[in-house]
């Protein structure tokens, strides 16, 4: 299938243009919106094409001419159960539940709280570029929030747990206009994955009444946690240590031993060739904080298998173009032997 030009607003590591390839979706140019100077290194690394457009709040919708694909995974940390949950806000506490609202908001100098309201910038430019297709991805957040969004984009989005493709369990909500489906569930498990792994372990904060209150608040005792499931916890931003406990990016090996997930474990938790963030002047840090930031490829791969052809190099209607025009003419297929459908 072929399309025109694809913008990625929060591209990072290039988890996008890594899933169109991996979908066989062919574009002209892909544009790649990030400021994070060590996930542009690996992007640029791993596919030379991409053309880095810079802060998506400097973006003009009119500057990208033939936009089929415009996708974003913007910010989470206000809307996540882990993070703020501040939501959409200014500095100041006021809520923002309209393009109107933080435009005016923007030009008045006012100043945001976190990153998540960056949500507004991605339908502001969907607003100017109206391409065919959209993808928006973002975590499982508060219904209050969720349902804004859907009711900003006007679609209810597809919860897809990545657990169904790779053994990593991390819920993530996908807002698009491709007409798709939830990928097949193939219930991986992490010893396919990670040679004499067992299942995901993670060191977590638990409430203990024992604990002396403070603040109001009840204290916390920290426990290993051992998953049931066999597969691994989320792939954060960072992992923790398991030498002294702490953080949720572990393992457990057939042995009973517990260890720490190595970059090659993330990148392959995430879909990703192992190797692709193995890029000259990028930190172990800053690899692990990219990758945890990024989608599921396969995920996005699936979705990406949905998209219609756009172009075609050839006048001559293709076979995939003459099939569909036979299943919407009749509602069925045509035959395998059939060279042309009927009524071409």
């Keep these: 299938m072929k399309i025109n030009n694809v913008l990625s607003l929060f591209d990072g590591i290039g988890c996008g243009i890594q899933a169109l390839k991996d979908a066989n979706v062919k ?3 892909y544009y790649s919106s990030e400021v994070d100077k060590g996930a542009i290194k690996v992007a640029l690394f791993n596919h030379p094409e991409i053309i880095p457009v810079g802060d998506v709040r400097n973006l003009i919708g009119k500057n990208f001419k033939k936009i089929d694909l415009l996708i974003a995974g913007s910010p989470c940390q206000n809307f996540s159960f882990c993070g703020t949950r501040k939501g959409m806000t200014t500095k100041e506490g006021v809520e923002v539940t309209t393009l109107q609202q933080y435009l005016q908001l923007k030009a008045d100098g006012f100043e945001f709280e976190g990153e998540s309201y960056l949500f507004w910038e991605f339908v502001r430019l969907l607003d100017e570029i109206k391409p065919k297709y959209f993808l928006l991805e973002n975590v499982r957040m508060h219904k209050r929030w ?3 969004i859907t009711d900003i984009l006007g ?20 807002w698009t206009n491709i007409t798709t489906d939830l990928p097949e569930d193939r219930s991986p498990e992490l010893s396919n994955f990670i040679r004499q792994a067992k299942t995901g372990v993670g060191f977590r904060g638990v409430k203990d009444p024992n604990k002396p209150i403070k603040n109001g608040k009840v204290g916390y005792t920290v426990k290993l ?3 049931k499931d066999n597969i691994a916890n989320a792939v954060l931003t960072s992992l923790g240590n398991a030498k002294t406990g702490n953080g949720t990016g572990h393992y457990m090996t057939v042995d009973n031993i517990i260890k720490t997930l190595t970059v090659n474990d993330c990148e392959v ?8 963030t193995d890029v000259p002047g990028v930190s172990t840090t800053k690899k692990i904080h990219a990758i945890g930031n990024g989608w599921t490829v396969p995920v996005i791969t699936h979705i990406f298998s949905k998209i219609k052809s756009t172009k075609s ?8 173009e003459r099939q569909e025009f036979e299943k919407e003419r009749t509602g069925k297929e045509a035959p395998v032997w059939s060279h042309v459908p009927q009524g071409w």
Excluded: C, T
């Excluded at 990593?168 to 909500?173: A, G, L």
């Excluded at 190099?313 to 995939?320: D, G, H, L, V």
């Design 269 to 276: 938790l995430q879909g990703l060739p192992k190797g692709y």
């Design 225 to 227: 946690q051992v998953r």
């Design 313 to 320: 190099k050839s006048k001559n209607p293709s076979w995939e």
């Design 155 to 174: 679609i209810e989005p597809l919860k897809i747990n990545s657990s169904r493709v790779v053994p990593q369990n991390r819920f993530r909500n996908y």
């Design 27 to 29: 574009f002209d140019k």
């Design 146 to 148: 969720s349902k804004l």
